[in-house]
């Protein structure tokens, strides 16, 4: 089966300008997640998705950061305006729920993430 | 608030010795513990999950075990090789969240294998 896709893969930009990342999941897979993912760190969980709704923003920096999922496939997060400490990776996953403890259910499938430099 | 720590934050190993990561959590509340491989420019892929009632997972050549009671895991690797250079992490799911992604990482471990 193909995998996350995400684009772009780099972006550099200066601060206060704007930048777009796009997540196309698995097919099939109802709930997708953005992560970000500074160097040196482990991801945080920006945002969830179930479908086309919201499930968890709590740590989206909601006063610069938005993300959407029209129709519940694809899935855009964008920042507006950047700022210095944006830079780092934002990681889209998909998941497609299932029984805990079967092997494989419940299990996380990562897009390689886009890079995001913000001078 | 969960906090998960590993050390050494990078090891290296030579080709064939075994590897053995860890992995510590402050919480012991945690509906389970996964261990991802992460390569460069690449996502996460995930390895092995264990679920708190469980002691240990196994899969090929790892094994990972967990001590919900002392807040701690380890991933071992047997019989390394160069293709098992990476960086691995581990994430517990805190039973605080419903959400099968809300995980709280490790910064991970950069592991080189050298031939």
């Known amino acids: 089966e193909a995998g996350v896709a995400q684009s772009p893969r780099y972006k550099i930009i200066e601060k206060r300008q704007s930048v777009a990342f796009w997540c196309n999941p698995i097919s099939g897979h109802a709930t997708l997640y953005w992560y970000q993912q500074i160097l040196g760190q482990g991801p945080k969980l920006l945002i969830q998705?179930?479908?086309?709704?919201?499930?968890?923003d709590s740590q989206l920096p909601k006063d610069r950061f938005s993300a959407e999922r029209l129709k519940g496939v694809d899935s855009t997060l964008k920042i507006q305006p950047a700022k210095l400490e944006d830079s780092a990776v934002y990681l889209c996953?998909?998941?497609?729920?299932?029984?805990?403890?079967?092997?494989?259910?419940?299990?996380?499938?990562f897009g390689a993430g886009s890079r995001l430099t913000v001078l | 608030k969960q906090e998960v720590t590993q050390i050494p934050a990078a090891l290296s190993v030579p080709e064939g010795e075994n590897l053995v990561l860890n992995c510590s959590f402050t919480?012991?509340?945690?509906?389970?513990l996964q261990w991802f491989r992460q390569d460069p420019g690449k996502g996460l892929t995930s390895l092995l999950l264990i679920q708190s009632s469980q002691r240990e997972q196994t899969s090929g050549r790892l094994n990972a075990s967990l001590d919900k009671s002392s807040g701690r895991s380890t991933l071992y690797i047997a019989a390394s090789q160069p293709g098992d250079s990476a960086t691995y992490l581990c994430a517990v799911r805190p039973k605080t969240t419903d959400s099968w992604g809300k995980l709280q990482f490790g910064a991970g471990t950069q592991v080189v294998v050298t031939p």
């Open positions: 998705f179930q479908n086309n709704g919201v499930v968890d």
């Open positions: 996953a998909s998941r497609i729920p299932g029984l805990a403890g079967v092997f494989g259910a419940n299990v996380l499938t």
């Open positions: 919480d012991s509340a945690i509906y389970n």
